[in-house]
C-alpha cells in the first residue's frame, strides 16, 4: 500500500529481529477483505505500509531470547500477535491486547508492515507461533489464522448452546466459519443469509439448515416464518449498520447478537428502542475479531486434526509465485461473484 487507494510493490530493508522476534519469509498468504479495507483508508491514511497478515511461513532468524523455534522451522502464524507481557493481556484480552486499545494486538498492517513481503517481523515468537504439523494441509493450515479463528470467535461470543437456534449474517469466509463453528458447536438450526451459489452450497455442507437469499424477499420476515419466532443467537458477519436492526428484530428476549463484521468508518448502527425491548430485553451486543496467540492456533488444529472441520475448502483460488500476490489482492478487491478466498503459494 503506497498510499489510500494506491496499491503496488515498495522497496523496503529487511526487518530485524529484537530479542523475542522472529523474522520470516512466508510459504503460503492469503489475502483478505480487511487488507483490502485497509487500502482504500479504512483503518486510517497509512502510506509505504506493507499489506497482509495471513500467512504460514518459515522462520529465516530468530532473537536470542526465542526458546521454541530456529530457522529452517515452518510455522503456522496467528494473524493476531499480542505482546504477552502486557497487563491488559494478562487480564485475559489478547486481541484489544495494548491499554484496551481497539485491535491493538493486531499488528500487521494496523502497527506495522504485514505479511506480503519477503521476510516479514513476528513479535513475540515463542507465544505468537505454532508450528505447522505435518498431518494438515497447507491450506488448512493458512486458513487457521484468521478466518477460522475470527468465525469460531463469533460462536464463541454467541455462546452457542446444543439446539440454539443460529442465524448468520454474510457467507463469505468468516461467515463459513461461523457456519461451521456454530454446528461444531451443536447448533439445532443455522440460518445462514447470502446469495453466491457456490458459497451456499459450502454453508450447507458447513452444516447451514436453510439457505436465505435477499432475492426471496425481507430477510427478518423469511426467518422469522421459518423459525417460527425469533432465533436464540445472532451473528454478524458481513453486512452493514442495518445488519443490526435487522438482528434485534431477529433476536429473543435474553439472546446474544455477537458480532465479527469490520465495519467501515462511515457505518451507523442506529435503531429504535422498542426492537431492544426498550432497553429492557436483555438482548446482549457482543463485539470482537480473532484472539491472538499460538494456543489459539493449536486448539484449531486440533479440529482439522480430528476431522471436525476443513476450512482449506474455502480457498477456492490458487495462484504460485511471491510477484502473485499483487493479482490474488486485486481479485480480493474486486470480488468476482464465483470468489470465496484466493492465496498464493509462494
Ligand atoms: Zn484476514
Not at 35 to 64: Q, Y
Not at 82 to 99: I, L, M, R, T, Y
Not at 204 to 212: K, M
Not at 224 to 249: M, P, R
Request: net charge negative; hydrophobic share 40%; with cysteine.
Amino acid at each position: 500500500m503506497i498510499s489510500v487507494n494506491n496499491v503496488g510493490w515498495i522497496e523496503k530493508e529487511k526487518p530485524t529481529a529484537g530479542p523475542l522476534d522472529a523474522i520470516l519469509k512466508p510459504i503460503a498468504v492469503a489475502p483478505c477483505s480487511s487488507d483490502t479495507h485497509v487500502s482504500h483508508g479504512g483503518a486510517g491514511p497509512f502510506e509505504n505500509r506493507i499489506l497482509g497478515h495471513e500467512s504460514v511461513g518459515e522462520v529465516v532468524e530468530v532473537g536470542s531470547a526465542v526458546k521454541n523455534f530456529k530457522p529452517g522451522d515452518k510455522v503456522i502464524v496467528n494473524c493476531v500477535t499480542p505482546d504477552w507481557e502486557s497487563p491488559v493481556v494478562q487480564d485475559g484480552f489478547d486481541n484489544n491486547a495494548h491499554d484496551a486499545v481497539s485491535m491493538s494486538g493486531f499488528k500487521f498492517v494496523t502497527q506495522k508492515d504485514g505479511v506480503f513481503a519477503e521476510f516479514y517481523h513476528v513479535n513475540n515468537a515463542d507465544g505468537n507461533l505454532f508450528p505447522l504439523p505435518e498431518d494438515i494441509s497447507l491450506e488448512d493450515a493458512l486458513m487457521t489464522t484468521d478466518m477460522m479463528s475470527t468465525g469460531f470467535h463469533a460462536v464463541e461470543n454467541a455462546e452457542i448452546k446444543y439446539g440454539d437456534t443460529v442465524v448468520v449474517f454474510g457467507i463469505g469466509p468468516v461467515g463459513l466459519m461461523a457456519v461451521a463453528g456454530s454446528a461444531i458447536a451443536g447448533a439445532g438450526k443455522i440460518y445462514a443469509i447470502g446469495t453466491r451459489p457456490n458459497c451456499a452450497a459450502l454453508a450447507r455442507e458447513y452444516g447451514a439448515t436453510d439457505i436465505i437469499s435477499y432475492k426471496e424477499g425481507n430477510i427478518v420476515d423469511q426467518i422469522l416464518d421459518l423459525n417460527k419466532g425469533q432465533v436464540d443467537k445472532v451473528i454478524i458477519a458481513g453486512g452493514n449498520g442495518e445488519s443490526f436492526n435487522q438482528a434485534l428484530q431477529l433476536t429473543r428476549a435474553n439472546g446474544i447478537i455477537s458480532n465479527v463484521n469490520f465495519l467501515d468508518v462511515t457505518d451507523v448502527i442506529n435503531f429504535p428502542a422498542p426492537l431492544w425491548g426498550l432497553g429492557m430485553s436483555n438482548v446482549t451486543f457482543k463485539s470482537g475479531f480473532c484472539p491472538g496467540g499460538a494456543r489459539r492456533i493449536e486448539r484449531l488444529v486440533r479440529l482439522i486434526q480430528a476431522g471436525r472441520v476443513k476450512p482449506g475448502k474455502l480457498l477456492n483460488y490458487k495462484f504460485e509465485g511471491f510477484d502473485k500476490i499483487e493479482e490474488a489482492f486485486k481479485m480480493m478487491d474486486e470480488k468476482p461473484r464465483d470468489l470465496i478466498k484466493p492465496y498464493v503459494l509462494i
